[in-house]
T-cell receptor, first 111, second 116 residues
Framework: TQLLEQSPQFLSIQEGENLTVYCNSSSVFSSLQWYRQEPGEGPVLLVTVVTGGEVKKLKRLTFQFGDARKDSSLHITAAQPGDTGLYLCAGRQGGSEKLVFGKGTKLTVNP | NAGVMQNPRHLVRRRGQEARLRCSPMKGHSHVYWYRQLPEEGLKFMVYLQKENIIDESGMPKERFSAEFPKEGPSILRIQQVVRGDSAAYFC??????????????FGSGTRLTVV
């Protein structure tokens, strides 16, 4: 059983389109992070959200943490080919140092 | 400004051999975490170490796997008598201190282990 479910698993869109990817769980997380991973590389942290209902913006990327701290979404406006990659969400429970990762959404933005 | 350094980047071992994966954390970071990524899977926590201490090894297989982070030198993840199922990408991450709620990891580029 996957603690964090990410959807969709794969997404292929044209440059300039908007998209939203989701990270859902039945469990509560004390914080949630989004990472982007490119082939052959390690994940790179994009954002950490901590407070239920929190919204953070990073240029064309908007991250939201659900009110109940069980889910999160990532919205990309006007996607560009450089946004192509594997987007991973990861959550921490309580005071644990461990991160629980979803399987990721593989995004391809076609020029 | 060196990040988290992992070596080797690629490692090929025959079944039954030992694999040693090394991780040098970012300068000033004293906390190291190892994660394993299987094909089409998310990253799975293995172990969390501080200098000379294993803090949480709840994700480590009970046999054949061990990790250390000595006072001097890199952290080592050691896999004895490797089997084909050990083939995966192994990532190391480091942090300066216990993660605050707003802190994230800095990951290395990983070691891709292939067991033939």
């Amino acid at each position: 059983t996957q603690l964090l479910e990410q959807s969709p698993q794969f997404l292929s869109i044209q440059e300039g389109e908007n998209l939203t990817v989701y990270c859902n769980s039945s469990s509560v997380f004390s914080s949630l992070q989004w990472y982007r991973q490119e082939p052959g590389e390690g994940p790179v942290l994009l954002v950490t959200v901590v407070t239920g209902g929190e919204v953070k913006k990073l240029k064309r990327l908007t991250f939201q943490f659900g009110d109940a701290r069980k889910d999160s979404s990532l919205h990309i406006t006007a996607a560009q080919p450089g946004d192509t990659g594997l987007y991973l969400c990861a959550g921490r429970q309580g005071g644990s140092e461990k991160l629980v990762f979803g399987k990721g959404t593989k995004l391809t933005v076609n020029p | 400004n060196a990040g988290v350094m992992q070596n080797p980047r690629h490692l090929v071992r025959r079944r039954g051999q030992e694999a040693r994966l090394r991780c040098s954390p970012m300068k000033g970071h004293s906390h190291v975490y190892w994660y394993r990524q299987l094909p089409e899977e998310g990253l799975k926590f293995m172990v969390y170490l501080q200098k000379e201490n294993i803090i949480d090894e709840s994700g480590m297989p009970k046999e054949r796997f061990s990790a250390e982070f000595p006072k001097e030198g890199p952290s080592i993840l050691r896999i004895q008598q490797v089997v084909r199922g050990d083939s995966a990408a192994y990532f190391c991450a480091s942090s300066q201190e216990r993660q605050g709620f707003s802190n994230g990891y800095t990951f290395g580029s990983g070691t891709r282990l292939t067991v033939v």
